[in-house]
């Protein structure tokens, strides 16, 4: 697995020399030790591994991997971990006790959350053990939204070749309204710009500029409408279909007078079943590369694996998660 080409090398070339601290909760999952390990041979990220040490040399032993210059935290047995208990109590605002707040901090995603709001990293990378509630829910109540955002969202970047484009919301709402799903459109704009993408908004459905009409397309419509009075610099078209979104003959037909002429780079899904059938759709059956979900909104960068992940699903992410922390 190289990680000097295709996007791995525009990712390398944005963080490369900086050591950003990425923690990873989940040390005794050998596709983690193995990135966390390929990671510290550059320059581009610091792993910081939570784990027992010894549960992670005997692993580091069965994979035949050398562990010795990864930055290891046992959470159990952490010197700070008053100062910690302290500032999450603090943050949650009479929410959790000091007893309460001791016990959260068992769980290694709360733990390695609690480091990403104190400063310790730059950013959180976990899920390959765990389920997207586990690593969300710390991350909202702790680290939390950007001011101007009410809710997170996941995005992933697709990849073929040199082809970029950004499908949301893949992960997290299973249904949002006009209001929320102008909030995606917007923030996946965002993120489309911190990896070189010139944002142009798609928000997708079934009907293109009234050709249907039913509440769905209405609401589409509308978030299009909003995203606009919100967002008057960005280039967005909506409601559109994909095929008027992607093909500028089929845009010419459909949707003459849009701006947009089927160059979109950034799809909207209107639910979340739609975003997260189409992109494995892409990968499985486009052939493209789909990194994410990348977690949109936060303060700080923390984002979610797949239980299905593998390696190099790990690395992406990572570094992924170092450029989204340049943006802090």
């Given at each position: 697995m190289?990680?000097?080409?295709?996007?791995?090398?525009?990712?390398?070339?944005?963080?490369?020399?900086?050591?950003?601290?990425?923690?990873?909760?989940?040390?005794?999952?050998k596709r983690i030790l193995h990135a966390a390990v390929r990671l510290s041979a550059t320059s581009a990220v610091k792993p910081v591994v939570i784990g027992k040490r010894e549960e992670l040399e005997a692993l580091a032993n069965e994979e035949f991997l050398q562990i010795g210059g990864l930055e290891i935290v046992d959470h159990l047995s952490y010197d700070g971990i008053e100062e910690m208990?302290?500032?999450?109590?603090?943050?949650?605002?009479?929410?959790?006790?000091?007893?309460?707040?001791?016990?959260?901090?068992?769980?290694?995603?709360?733990?390695?959350?609690?480091?990403?709001?104190?400063?310790?990293?730059?950013?959180l990378v976990s899920g390959a053990m765990h389920s997207t509630g586990d690593t969300v829910r710390p991350a909202l109540q702790i680290i939390k939204t950007k001011a101007d955002v009410k809710r997170t969202s996941g995005a992933f970047i697709m990849s073929r070749g040199e082809e970029r484009y950004v499908f949301a919301d893949c992960a997290i709402n299973p249904t949002l309204d006009a209001e929320g799903l102008s909030e995606v459109?917007?923030?996946?704009?965002?993120?489309?710009?911190?990896?070189?993408?010139d944002p142009k908004v798609a928000m997708l459905s079934f009907s293109t500029y009234g050709s249907a009409k039913t509440p769905d397309t209405e609401k589409v419509a509308e978030a299009t409408k909003l995203v606009k009075e919100k967002a008057p610099e960005l280039s967005v078209t909506g409601e559109i279909q994909f095929d008027a979104a992607i093909v500028p003959a089929v845009a010419k037909l459909k949707c003459p007078d849009s701006e947009i002429q089927g160059d979109s780079n950034v799809f909207v899904f209107p639910s979340l079943e739609a975003g997260n059938i189409g992109y494995k759709i892409a990968e499985r059956l486009g052939g493209f590369d789909a990194i994410g979900p990348i977690l949109q909104g936060l303060n700080a960068p923390v984002n979610d694996l797949s239980r299905g992940c593998n390696e190099l699903d790990v690395l992406k992410l990572a570094l992924i998660t170092a450029v989204q922390s340049l943006e802090k």
């Open positions: 190289a990680l000097n080409t295709g996007l791995f090398k525009e990712l390398l070339g944005k963080v490369e020399g900086k050591n950003i601290p990425i923690v990873f909760p989940e040390g005794k999952d208990v302290a500032t999450l109590v603090e943050r949650r605002a009479g929410k959790v006790t000091e007893e309460q707040a001791r016990e959260l901090l068992k769980d290694v995603n709360y733990f390695g959350t609690m480091l990403v709001y104190m400063n310790k990293v730059a950013g459109a917007i923030t996946s704009a965002e993120t489309a710009k911190s990896f070189n993408i």
